[in-house]
Structures are given as structure tokens and as C-alpha cells.
């Protein structure tokens, strides 16, 4: 089984600032996948990599940007946050033909 | 353009009944179709992988199905329990990544 870290696991933050949300995982996969979640909602992709140095944009828009320097770590960052951001953020992996998916952040723009 | 419904959204069932989730996607070019558990505020679980060469997955109370000529996929929850009150999502795999449904929201009451 994966082990994937998604920190914070909630946030509460004013519009303009500036966010990074952290993802890790121990299990040296190459393929990570950032998902937003709105309440109810199906999850949509919006981020993912196929290694170091690999960064692709999903199926859905997103404001955010990512970067992946070490296999281990996938982080998304947000320059400045607006309300709409509002949402929630998974963080998944691909180890074979699964997807093994972080705990989320929680994420709320006032 | 894939997209994936899942029927009922809402159920709600004593416990000890089998009962039956539906998924449905509009393309039947996939490459596999997985089922996953999301409990409040987590991330989700993969609890069964088809390939789109095979024709059912089980795991203990769990069956899936899968029949990608009506672009359907069955998920049989065999003598329900109140831990199995969560949100399922099916997923198909197009290319890469993964496409979600809405989920059904399930709740097994004593």
C-alpha cells in the first residue's frame, strides 16, 4: 500500500495570499496526479507528472501551478488565493494499474 | 469527451441487505474501470481494479462487474454493514488518468 503525506490538512486563508499545498510519498512512484474536489462533485484532474521534471495540466483549468524536482514530492501552489479556490485537494499516485490517493486538504478561501 | 454517471447519487439501506450500485460512460474505449470508497473528508480507497479484457473482480463482500458494450459497470455489496456507509466512485481510465462519476452516497443503518 501507498503511503502518501498531503500537509496541510486544512487551511483557512484570506484572498491574495499566497499557498503551497504539500504532497509526499515513500513509495518511489513517478506518476502523481493533483485532484479538486467540490462538495458533492466528482473529482477532476488538474495537475500531473510523469516523473522528475515532468508537469502536465489536466482536464480542468486551474490557476495553480505544480513542480516536481524529487520523485518524492509533488507540491501545487497557488500565488493568490481567491475564494473560488475554495475546495477540496487530493494527491494521488500510480503504482501499477491503481491509484492510491492522499488524506486531502481542505481548503478555504475567505 | 468520457463521462461517467452513477445511479443512485443517494442510498439509504438496512443493514443486511445486498444491494447494487450502477455506473455508466459514454466511451467504451477504456483501458480499466475501478471502484473506490471516499469516507468524510478523506481521501479514497481503491477497492477493485477490472481490466477491460475481464468481466468481474470480486474481493470478499464486494463484486464489481464490468460490460463495456453497454458501457456498464455493476458494483454488488453482498449483506451490507453500517461500516460500509460511504461515498463510491467509479472511475474509467482513458489514456492516463482517470475520469470520475458523481459517486453514490451510501448509508447502512442498524
Known amino acids: 500500500e501507498a503511503d502518501i503525506y498531503q500537509t496541510p490538512r486544512y487551511l483557512v486563508i484570506g484572498t491574495g495570499k499566497k499557498i503551497t499545498l504539500e504532497c509526499s510519498q515513500t513509495m518511489g512512484h513517478d506518476k502523481m496526479y493533483w485532484y479538486q474536489q467540490d462538495p458533492g462533485m466528482e473529482l477532476h484532474l488538474i495537475h500531473y507528472?510523469?516523473?522528475?521534471?515532468?508537469?502536465e495540466k489536466g482536464d480542468l483549468s486551474s490557476e495553480s501551478t505544480v513542480s516536481r524536482i524529487r520523485t518524492e514530492h509533488f507540491p501545487l501552489t497557488l500565488e493568490s488565493a481567491r475564494p473560488s479556490h475554495t475546495s477540496q485537494y487530493l494527491c494521488a499516485t500510480r503504482g501499477g494499474e491503481t491509484q492510491y490517493f492522499g488524506p486531502g486538504t481542505r481548503l478555504l478561501v475567505l | 469527451k468520457q463521462e461517467v454517471t452513477q445511479i443512485p447519487a443517494a442510498l439509504s439501506v438496512p443493514e443486511g441487505e445486498n444491494l447494487v450500485l450502477n455506473c455508466s460512460f459514454t466511451d467504451s474505449a477504456i483501458y480499466n474501470l475501478q471502484w473506490f470508497r471516499q469516507d468524510p473528508g478523506k481521501g479514497l480507497t481503491s477497492l477493485l481494479l477490472?481490466?477491460?479484457?475481464?468481466r468481474e473482480q470480486t474481493s470478499g463482500r464486494l463484486n464489481a462487474s464490468l460490460d463495456k458494450s453497454s458501457g456498464r459497470s455493476t458494483l454488488y455489496i453482498a449483506a451490507s454493514q453500517p461500516g460500509d456507509s460511504a461515498t463510491y466512485l467509479c472511475?474509467?481510465?482513458?489514456?492516463?488518468?482517470?475520469?470520475f462519476g458523481t459517486g453514490t452516497r451510501l448509508q447502512v443503518f442498524p
Open positions: 477490472i481490466q477491460s479484457s475481464q
Open positions: 472511475a474509467v481510465e482513458d489514456g492516463d488518468k482517470l475520469i
Open positions: 507528472s510523469y516523473g522528475v521534471n515532468s508537469t
